[in-house]
C-alpha cells in the first residue's frame, strides 16, 4: 500500500511510561494466551517482571488494565494496516494490495489473531471493546475503501460504502472462518481464490455500467 507520509492517523497510540508499557507487555502473552476469566493479577505481575501492587497503581485493576491493553493492542492493528488515511493507485492493483496487506497483517500474525479472537469471547462482557474494534479497525477501514471507490467513477460502483463493506468483510469473515472457526481443516478455501473472486465482483461493476 502506498505510504503518504503526510497523513496524520485519527487514533494514535496514547502515550503511556515505560513502565506501564512494561506492565502491558507482560498482560499482553498472558490474556492473549488464558483469556480474561482465567489471567489473574498474579500471573501478569510475574510476566511483566513487577510486583502486583506495581500493577494496581498503574491500572487499578485488572478490567481497567484489559481494557488498556486491548485500546492499545486495537489501535496498533490498526495503524499497522491502515498506514495511510487516503488511497491511490490503479484500482486492479491497489486493491489486490489491501487485500494481501490486510490478509498479511491479520491472519499470519499470530497476536492480531489473537486479539480478534479474544475480543470476539469477550464482547459480551465488554461490548465497549468489541464496538472499539469495530469503529477503529473495521468502520475505518471501511471509510478508507468508499472514499477511493467514490473517487474512482470508471468503477461504475453506484453505492461505494456497501461495496467497501463487501470488500472489506469478505476479508474479515474468511480471517474468522478459516483462522478461527478451524475452516482450514473443514472448509478451506485458497487466499488466491478468494482475492480472484473479489477482484472481480470489484471490477466486474465497470462492465455493466
Known sequence: MPKNPTSQL????????????????????????????????????????????????HFQDKEGLFKALIERL???????????????GEPAILLRQVAEIYLTKVADNPDHLALLRLIITESQNFPELAK????????RGRQILSQYFASHPELGITDSEAMA????????????????????????LSRDRLLDSLMNVVMSQSLNT
Not at 74 to 88: N, P, R, V, W, Y
Not at 165 to 188: A, P, T, W
Request: aromatic content about 12%.
Open 10 to 57: 485519527e487514533n494514535p497510540l496514547p502515550v503511556i511510561t515505560q513502565k506501564q508499557e512494561q506492565i502491558l507487555q507482560g498482560a499482553i502473552r498472558v490474556f492473549l494466551k488464558e483469556g480474561y476469566a482465567k489471567t489473574s493479577m498474579d500471573r501478569i505481575s510475574a510476566s511483566a517482571g513487577v510486583s502486583k501492587q506495581t500493577v494496581y497503581s
Open 74 to 88: 486495537t489501535l496498533a492493528c490498526f495503524q499497522s494496516i491502515f498506514s495511510i488515511e487516503e488511497l491511490h
Open 132 to 139: 472499539l474494534y469495530t469503529q477503529t479497525v473495521v468502520k
Open 165 to 188: 463493506h463487501i470488500f472489506f468483510g469478505s476479508l474479515v469473515s474468511y480471517v474468522i472462518v478459516q483462522e478461527i472457526l478451524y475452516g482450514k481443516e473443514l472448509v478451506f
